[in-house]
């Protein structure tokens, strides 16, 4: 069974970084686009960023531009996402998720909790 | 980032259908459509549709979305309890280059 695992998370001061990770199994990484998208408690879903299968092409949401840093390795099969000047409201459950062509969204991890505090 | 509008919530009756609704602009929904997600308490979200209300492969055909102009719907037919979850719209928006989703409906079965 095709499988994304996140892991990376913790807690980590105001200002401070970390840098999180989804590694994929039974997956043709390599084809895949990848996002990022993050779930604050109680609240609905933000997507966050997205890469290009070749990692040739980012794109960011408002809110973490210029701050996260989403990135690729295909040859590991990991993406990863290296969160800096990190603010309470980063504070979330991220999920990396896939999308081939039209199939947007399809495939998830079971996610990796940032507290910022 | 501006967001897609869902209604907070949505109670219906077992075996009754519902249809959640999600309101963007012609740069988004209007633009290539929807997709829907199912999140059900303690999971991560689940494809339900993706564009040209498409549905992958395992999902019941109860579930049925669609499109008139900027607005998109999701219809779920013959409610069952299992159907109790957070339903959210995502969209891609072209002058943004990014996805938006809306706030979510939290579908309440009677």
């Known amino acids: 069974q095709v499988q994304l695992v996140e892991s990376g998370g913790g807690v980590v001061q105001p200002g401070g970084s970390l840098r999180i990770s989804c590694a994929s199994s039974?997956?043709?990484?390599?084809?895949?686009?990848m996002h990022w998208v993050r779930q604050a408690p109680g609240k609905g879903l933000e997507w966050l960023a997205f890469?290009?299968?070749?990692?040739?092409?980012?794109s960011y949401g408002d809110s973490v531009k210029g701050r996260f840093v989403i990135s690729r390795d295909n040859s590991r099969s990991i993406l990863y996402l290296q969160m800096n000047s990190l603010r309470i409201e980063d504070t979330a459950v991220y999920y990396c998720?896939?999308?081939?062509?039209?199939?947007?969204?399809?495939?998830w991890g079971q996610g990796t909790e940032v507290i910022v505090s | 980032q501006a967001g897609l509008t869902q209604p907070p919530s949505v109670s219906k009756g077992l075996r009754q259908t519902a249809t959640l609704t999600c309101t963007g602009n012609?740069?988004?929904?209007?633009?290539?459509?929807a997709v829907w997600l199912q999140q059900l308490q303690g999971h991560p979200p689940k494809l339900l549709s993706y564009?040209?209300?498409n549905r992958p492969s395992g999902i019941s055909d109860r579930f049925s979305a669609s499109r008139s102009g900027n607005t998109a719907s999701l219809t779920i037919t013959g409610l069952q309890p299992e159907d109790e979850a957070d339903y959210y719209c995502?969209?891609?928006?072209?002058?943004?280059?990014?996805?938006?989703f809306g706030g979510g409906t939290t579908l309440t079965v009677l």
């Open positions: 012609s740069n988004n929904v209007g633009f290539q459509g």
């Open positions: 039974r997956l043709t990484f390599s084809s895949y686009g």
């Open positions: 564009r040209n209300n």
């Open positions: 998720t896939t999308e081939q062509n039209i199939l947007v969204f399809d495939i």
């Open positions: 890469i290009r299968y070749d990692g040739k092409y980012m």
């Open positions: 995502s969209a891609w928006d072209s002058s943004l280059t990014g996805w938006v």
